[in-house]
C-alpha cells in the first residue's frame, strides 16, 4: 500500500479510536429536544440535552459530558423549556424508578441532581444516576453541516467501527455502504464491513443519473437513540425507511428535501434514506434468461435486508419497520408489498402519491413481461447501443459509456423472482402488512403537458392525445374564470387524477379490505394542503399565488392554487424551513406539525392518531387539538372513508372515498379488482 494510503488508514484508524462511542461511554444516549420544525428560527432552539441513560457517579458524569464535547446540563429554573425536556424523558422512562438526574452545579462546585418534576438537590457525589449534558451541536441545513470532530460520535455496525456525528436534532451517519461494489447489470449482493475504521461523515455518491455514480449502494441513517449495545431492547425506535421518487429514472437518498433529522427528532423514529439504480442501469431486462431487470428492486431489499440486520446498532427496532415512499417510491413500497423477496421484512406501508391506472401511471403499478419491456424500451436501446448482434448482449452493454446508455428502461418487470405477478395481488392471503396511503387534490396536473391552442375543441384533443378519454362536462365540470388556460388546466386536473392516482389508489384500498389482503382496516388521506417543491414541477397553479398580503404565497387562495404531486414531501419530513422556505400564513406551522406527528404515529403504533400522552409529553398543542377535533378514522371494508388534510382542522374532517361516478367512466372502478 503506499505511504500516502498508509498515512490516511492510520489517521481515520486514531480518529475513530478517539471518538466517543455509547460503548466506551458504557451508556445509552439519546438527544432530548423540543422540536417545533423552525430549527434554528425556534424560540426553543436552544432547549435540547444530552441524556446518558446509565447509571454514574457525578465525576464520571462530568468525564462523560466533557468525552462528548459538552458540559453537564444546566437546567432554567422553572422554565417551560426545563419543564419540557423533564417531560420528554418522564414519557420515555416510565417505569425505570427514575427519581434523580446529574445536571450543573449552580455555584459550579457542589453535586447536584434534578428530578422529573424540576426540583434541584445537592446530592452525595458517590451517588449513581443518569445524567443530562448540554447539546450544543449546530443545526445543519440543506446547504451546510458541521462534522468536525467535537461533534462526531462512534457505532460499532457491521463488523466496523463507524463514525458519525451529531447536529442539533440527531446523530447521523451518512453514506454507509450497503452492498458491495456491484458490475453492471447484475444483483446486489450484502457488503458485510471490513473488520476495521470507516467514516460516515458525507453522504455517499448518487446513483447515475446523468451525474452520479455506478457505485452508489449507499445509504444514510438518522437516529434519536444511540444503544451502548445491539443486545438492547428496550428503547429501541421503529424505523421509517425511505425510497425515493423520481419516475424510477431520477434522485437520491441524500435529497435534502427528505433529511431525516426532523422526522427523526420530533417523531422519535430512527430514519433510513436510500440509493438505488435508476433507468436502464436500474431496471433493463434481456431475453437471455440471466438479465431479468429489477436491479433496482433488488437493491431496495438488499438494503432492506442491511437494515434489519444491522440497525440495533443505530437505536432502530428490526421488527417494526415501515416502509414509505412517494411517486415511484410509492410504486417502490407497493412493488415490494408484491414481492416474495420482501415479504415479512416490514410491518407497515405508507404509499405517497402512489401512481396507476391509465395513461402516464399505468406502469407504475403494472408489471410488464420481460418479452413486453424489450418491445417498449430494450430493443431501441440495444439497437442504439450497437448490441443487438452481439454473441452477449449483456457484456456488450457492460462496455458502452454509462452516458449512452439512456434512462428509457425504467418499468418493473415480472421477472419470476423479485416479482412474480403482472400486478400487485389484491385476491390473495393476507399481507401482515399495516397500510397508509393517499394523494394530493390535483396530484396529476404537473403530467400533463402544456395546452398550447385555447378552443373547445383543442381543449380535448390537448387531453386525448396525452393518453386521456375526452371528459364529459357532466363529470369534469369547467371551473367558473375567464382563464381559457386555468380552466383546461382545471379539467385536466382532475382528469389526470383521477386517472393516474385517485381511482387506482381506491380501487386498491377496497378490493384489500374486501378480500383481506390490507388486513382490516386502511388509513386513507387526501391532502388539501401542499408545500410545493421548488425546483419542481414549476407550474405557477402550483404554488400559492402571491400577493402584497400574501408575499410567500396564499395557500387559502380559491383560485390558482392547486395541490399537486410532491407537495406533501417537505412538509412529511419536517424540512420547510430548515430548506430555507417561508411559512406562507399562520396555518402552515401547524399543519406540517400534523402531517409530520400523523405519519411518525402510524410508524410507532400503526395508528395516525397520535398517543395523547406521548404528544403531552412534548407540547404539541396543536396536533393535540386536530386529534381531538377530528381524529383519524380508518376505511374499513363496509366503509370507505378518507382523511381530508387541510389547516385549520376543525370539525369532521373524514369523507367518503370521491368521484366514483367518474372512476367507473375511466373504467377504473371501485371494485376495479375484484
Known sequence: MPAGALALVALLAAAVSCTPSTHDLRTDISIVRDNDLLDSKSPSANNSALFLHS????????????????????????SSGTKKILSIINYQEPDTGLSAIWVAPKDGNTPTTINLQGKVSSTDPSATNPVLCMQTAPFSNGVSQDNTERWQVGAHSNNEDVLGFRDRNSFRFQGMRFATKTERFAYPEMYRGSAGNVTALEFGSPCYQG???????????????????????????????????GAFTSGFGSDPLFDGGNLASRGDVVVVTINYRLGTLGYLALDDGETNGNF???????????????????????????????????????AMMASPKASGKFAAAILMSNLGG??????????YSIEDQLKLVGDAILRTTKC?????????????????????????????????????????????????????SEDGLPFLSFPRNRTVVNDTQWLTSQGLPAPPPRLFPPIETRNKTRAAFGVGAQLATDAMFRCIDQATVFAGLDSGVLGSKVYYYELERTYQTPEWPKIDLCQAPKSKAHPAGDPESPVDNLRCHSGELLPVFGNIVRQGNQLRDEYDLPWEQYLLDAFTS?????????????????????????????????????????????????????????????????????????
Open 55 to 78: 447509571r454514574m457517579s457525578f465525576s464520571e458524569a462530568k468525564v462523560a459530558c466533557n468525552k462528548l464535547g459538552e458540559e453537564l446540563w444546566a437546567p432554567a429554573s422553572g
Open 211 to 245: 451525474f452520479g455514480s455506478e457505485d452508489c449502494h449507499f445509504l444514510n441513517v438518522y437516529t434519536p437513540f444511540l444503544p451502548r449495545n445491539r443486545g438492547v431492547d428496550g428503547g429501541l425506535r421503529p424505523v421509517m425507511f425511505w425510497m425515493h421518487g
Open 296 to 334: 433496482g428492486l433488488a437493491d431496495q431489499i438488499l438494503a432492506l435486508d442491511w437494515v434489519r440486520k444491522n440497525i440495533r446498532d443505530f437505536g432502530g427496532d428490526p421488527d417494526r419497520i415501515t416502509v414509505f415512499g412517494q411517486s415511484a417510491g410509492a410504486a417502490s413500497v407497493r
Open 358 to 367: 391509465i395513461a402516464y401511471g399505468e406502469s407504475y403499478s403494472k408489471y
Open 388 to 440: 443487438t448482434n452481439a454473441t452477449s448482449q449483456v457484456k456488450c452493454l457492460r462496455k458502452v459509456p454509462v452516458g449512452s446508455l439512456g434512462a428509457g428502461a425504467r418499468y418493473l418487470v415480472n421477472d419470476g423472482v423479485y416479482l412474480t405477478t403482472d400486478e400487485l395481488n389484491l385476491k390473495g392471503g393476507p399481507l401482515n402488512v399495516h397500510v397508509l396511503m393517499g394523494i394530493a
Open 602 to 674: 402510524f410508524a410507532r403504533t400503526y395508528d395516525p392518531n397520535p398517543e395523547k400522552e406521548f404528544l403531552k409529553a412534548r407540547g404539541f398543542e396543536s396536533t393535540l387539538r386536530a386529534l381531538e377535533q377530528s381524529p383519524w378514522e380508518p376505511a374499513v371494508r363496509d366503509e370507505m372513508t378518507m382523511k381530508r388534510i387541510d389547516w385549520p382542522m376543525e370539525g369532521d374532517m373524514m369523507r367518503d372515498f370521491k368521484d366514483l361516478e367518474q372512476c367507473k367512466f375511466l373504467g377504473l372502478p371501485l371494485d376495479y379488482y375484484i
